[in-house]
């Protein structure tokens, strides 16, 4: 078992056994990723730091039917994935979500990422990229969606892709071919942005 | 912005005409499709003629930056606020303790707060008879009972802000000294196991830090203590 693998597993075991503070390993550890994964998913927009302390806590309730002879990471995304479908659910009521203007001051607040420039124009045409690719993401279907954010934007292999998702591996790798297509499609669309 | 000019030749250097946006976008997704396919870490540059036209076309400058998003991996993750993991961590100390837990016979919300009379835990480990003194002493002992006549009692008090925590009941004479609970792992949570004689009435409160005194919240009975607080009632 790799180490990090050992690691989760230990701080399951302890916190299950009464150590709370045990799970705040977890917390630590995951939340870059769970983050990662739901800003990608949802889009830019302040629900997207309180999916991912809903996530933690159904990841805390649910520890219980944690198996460890399961792998820790799998789990912890099948839980992410399902709370983040919901948490679509009940945002799009209130209109799809591209649409909604990203305040470039918003994403000043967070730490910038990697790439994004300092010259506020510069900032304000990675806020626009950043609605347009929730954009182009919200015209996929779900499974298409998914598979992309997991495997093409958040590095899961295929088989954990598969996992996560409960589909076959060749399945994942036709659904990422596609979507790549009409991601592609999307950019060169004429009158999109 | 489609300048219908014949396109010359295209290989790099070699373009004679300022790039259409219909072609800029079709080499944009080019790139893309060799960023997506390009295992991660391995660089792609943005080819120049694709930032060029970029720097002086808006709209096909929004279609780079949502390309640039698309192609970005785990190396260009959005990245969570600082102490992002810090609140959340936390918040979850916060959730009723027994919620993750799989030990069953756990302390249950409804007396999370008050005591335990080991006698239950105790029935459903060794039987009701010892309830009932049927066990010699001999046995007792070895079943780790208490002496007949005294039943454990578990004392518990959720006191996260606490630094000490004193039980002061009359068996101890009111010595705030005397029988300290204990929070061993750090979760607020306060304990005390406490033999007690049976067929008697008890009366006791908690002292916090040496100098607030709580009833326990969870007592059947409560009363008055004669200095305009509150003692709890135990009896057993």
Request: aromatic fraction near 6%.
């Given at each position: 078992m790799k180490p990090q693998a050992a690691d989760d597993r230990e701080a399951v075991r302890q916190t299950l056994e009464g150590d709370r503070q045990a799970f705040r390993f977890i917390v630590e550890r995951y939340t870059p990723l769970l983050y990662s994964l739901a800003a990608r998913l949802l889009g830019p927009g302040p629900e997207v730091e309180d999916a991912v302390q809903e996530i933690f806590e159904r990841l805390y309730r649910n520890l219980r039917r944690y198996d460890p002879a399961r792998s820790f990471h799998p789990w912890m995304y099948t839980i992410a994935l399902n709370h983040l479908r919901s948490a679509r659910r009940r945002s799009?009521?209130?209109?799809?979500?591209?649409?909604?203007?990203?305040?470039?001051?918003?994403?000043?607040?967070?730490?910038?990422?990697?790439?994004?420039?300092?010259?506020?124009?510069q900032r304000a045409a990675d806020a626009e990229g950043e609605r347009l690719a929730a954009r182009a993401l919200e015209g996929l279907p779900a499974r298409y969606r998914e598979v992309f954010v997991l495997r093409q934007m958040e590095g899961l292999s295929v088989a954990e892709v598969a996992a996560v998702l409960s589909m076959p591996e060749g399945t994942v790798k036709t659904l990422l071919h596609r979507a790549r297509q009409r991601l592609a499609e999307r950019l060169t669309r004429e009158g999109w942005t | 912005m489609k300048p219908s000019a014949p396109r010359g030749v295209y290989g790099?250097?070699?373009?004679?005409?300022?790039?259409?946006?219909?072609?800029?976008?079709?080499?944009?997704?080019?790139?893309?499709?060799?960023?997506?396919?390009?295992?991660?870490?391995?660089?792609?540059?943005?080819?120049?003629?694709?930032?060029?036209?970029?720097?002086?076309?808006?709209?096909?400058?929004?279609?780079?930056?949502?390309?640039?998003?698309?192609?970005?991996?785990?190396?260009?993750?959005?990245?969570?606020?600082?102490?992002?993991?810090?609140?959340?961590?936390?918040?979850?100390?916060?959730?009723?303790?027994?919620?993750?837990?799989?030990?069953?016979?756990?302390?249950?919300?409804?007396?999370?707060?008050?005591?335990?009379?080991?006698?239950?835990?105790?029935?459903?480990?060794?039987?009701?008879?010892?309830?009932?003194?049927?066990?010699?002493?001999?046995?007792?002992?070895?079943?780790?009972?208490?002496?007949?006549?005294?039943?454990?009692?578990?004392?518990?008090?959720?006191?996260?802000?606490?630094?000490?925590?004193?039980?002061?009941?009359?068996?101890?004479?009111?010595?705030?000294?005397?029988?300290?609970?204990?929070?061993?792992?750090?979760?607020?949570?306060?304990?005390?196991?406490?033999?007690?004689?049976?067929?008697?009435?008890?009366?006791?409160?908690f002292l916090i830090d040496g100098t607030v005194w709580v009833p326990d919240p969870h007592a059947a009975l409560q009363v008055e203590d004669g200095l305009g607080g509150v003692n709890s009632v135990l009896q057993i």
């Open positions: 799009r009521r209130g209109g799809p979500r591209g649409a909604t203007p990203v305040d470039p001051l918003l994403l000043d607040a967070r730490a910038a990422p990697e790439g994004a420039r300092e010259d506020p124009a | 790099g250097m070699e373009a004679e005409e300022p790039m259409t946006c219909t072609r800029w976008r079709s080499e944009l997704v080019s790139w893309l499709q060799s960023r997506w396919e390009t295992a991660e870490g391995a660089a792609t540059a943005l080819p120049r003629e694709l930032a060029e036209h970029a720097a002086h076309c808006a709209s096909c400058a929004q279609r780079l930056a949502a390309a640039q998003v698309l192609a970005a991996g785990t190396s260009r993750r959005p990245l969570p606020p600082p102490g992002l993991a810090e609140r959340i961590g936390r918040r979850l100390l916060e959730l009723p303790r027994e919620v993750a837990f799989r030990r069953s016979g756990w302390v249950r919300p409804a007396v999370r707060w008050g005591l335990l009379p080991v006698a239950a835990a105790l029935a459903a480990a060794v039987g009701t008879a010892a309830l009932f003194g049927a066990f010699t002493p001999r046995e007792r002992a070895m079943a780790g009972l208490p002496a007949a006549g005294t039943v454990i009692v578990r004392f518990v008090l959720e006191a996260p802000q606490a630094r000490q925590v004193a039980l002061v009941g009359d068996w101890n004479q009111w010595d705030p000294r005397a029988q300290p609970l204990s929070d061993a792992d750090g979760d607020g949570v306060w304990e005390a196991q406490i033999p007690l004689r049976r067929g008697q009435e008890h009366q006791y409160q």
